[in-house]
């Protein structure tokens, strides 16, 4: 569920598309996947809705990533090609969403993606998350980015809910290819482990501070010295 900043209410569904609330007359409009209309919406499953700066929609899909335009109703779809390193990474959209400086992130099923604009062109740049040496299902299980958090006090900086752990990504706005990552992980000889590896959910609460929800307990991790305690249903 997402609220614009026209006071207009959207709802994402699973097999049922968009819909937006209209509120004077007090029923919902569909926008639903046409194979017909290559300007409706790319698939019926959608993740994620924001609005970005200049008033579209942004909407993940389990078939790519779309832009809405309220005006003209139509969509536009971004989608993973395999012969296109600068296409997404992956169709599967989990998350969408802007960083304070405008900047538009995606969370996919393999990897964290940013969308750049500029000089009328689009492309994507992909930030691949696993640690250096590791294949196959490991390394697709430290790409799988089911949520992505701005911080709102640290700048440049994002924290993701991945299925191997917190992940905290440090970006530069002059070398766009370049950022640190720093994993908050389950199993973690280094540090405190989280309850579960598949972190489903967080909230930045301060500045060295997270709450973590996975799928077995929820966390209170702090970021700084890697300590946290562990909460479970009786």
Known sequence: IYGDSRGNLWVGTRHGGLFKYLRELDQFEQYAADPGNMNSLSNNNVWSIIEDQDGFLWIGTEKGLNRFDPETKQFIHYRHDAHDRRSLSHDFVY?????????????TEEGLNQLVRKGGEEYFVRYELAPDGLSGAE???????????????HSNTLWLATSM?????SYGTDEIRQVECRSFMHDDPAGYNLSHPFVSDLIEESDS???????DGLNHLNTRSGKGDAYFAK
């Open 95 to 107: 998350d969408v969403v802007q960083a304070p400086d405008g900047t538009i992130w995606l969370g």
């Open 139 to 153: 390394y697709l299980a430290h790409n799988f980015v089911y949520e992505v958090i701005p911080s709102s006090y």
């Open 165 to 169: 752990g917190v992940k905290k990504v």
């Open 209 to 215: 501070t997270l709450w973590v929800a996975t799928y």
